[in-house]
């Protein structure tokens, strides 16, 4: 597979998981350097109707920790095209759980032209923020 020179990906990590963290070391195997966005607060209400149980602060300050990880962002836009006029990089990383969803696809309309990839990680199958939820024995009661 291509090595990229930065690489960037964007989440929430509310309830950080195995599946995160799999991601994200995927993704650094494929790049020198690796940024990670974190959602803000405020952008999670925004499309997730929802604020996260752990603050963005604290969610970022976590990130930042993990080996993976080169430099942490809080993110305040969804729109890819945005982050990459401020980090120009080659290559987007997300769960291939979004290949074939609307938005990415747009997304790989909208980085084509710019020169970066987006790049479909393996998805760690049968654990989700959503999944850790709602499962009975690990509910959070909102």
């Known amino acids: ?14 309830m950080f998981h195995i599946g995160h963290l799999n991601l994200l070391r995927h993704a650094k195997e ?9 959602n803000a607060d405020s952008l999670v209400f925004q ?7 752990v603050p963005e602060k ?3 300050e976590i990130i930042k920790e993990l080996r993976c990880v080169d430099e942490v962002r809080i993110c305040d836009t969804l729109k890819k095209t945005v982050v990459w006029n401020d980090l120009h990089f080659d290559a ?14 747009q997304t790989e ?16 199958e049968g654990v989700s923020s959503t999944l850790l939820r709602t499962k009975e024995t690990h509910k959070v009661e909102e």
């Open 47 to 53: 499309y997730k109707n929802k604020i996260p149980v």
């Open 58 to 60: 604290d969610r970022a």
């Open 109 to 124: 309309k909208d980085l084509a032209p710019l020169g970066a990839d987006v790049v479909y990680l393996k998805h760690t």
């Open 92 to 105: 987007i990383f997300i769960g291939d759980d979004w290949k074939g969803n609307d938005r990415w696809l």
């Open 1 to 14: 597979m291509k090595k990229y020179k930065l690489g960037y990906t964007q989440g929430t990590y509310d």
């Open 30 to 38: 494929l790049c020198e350097k690796l940024i990670v966005g974190v």
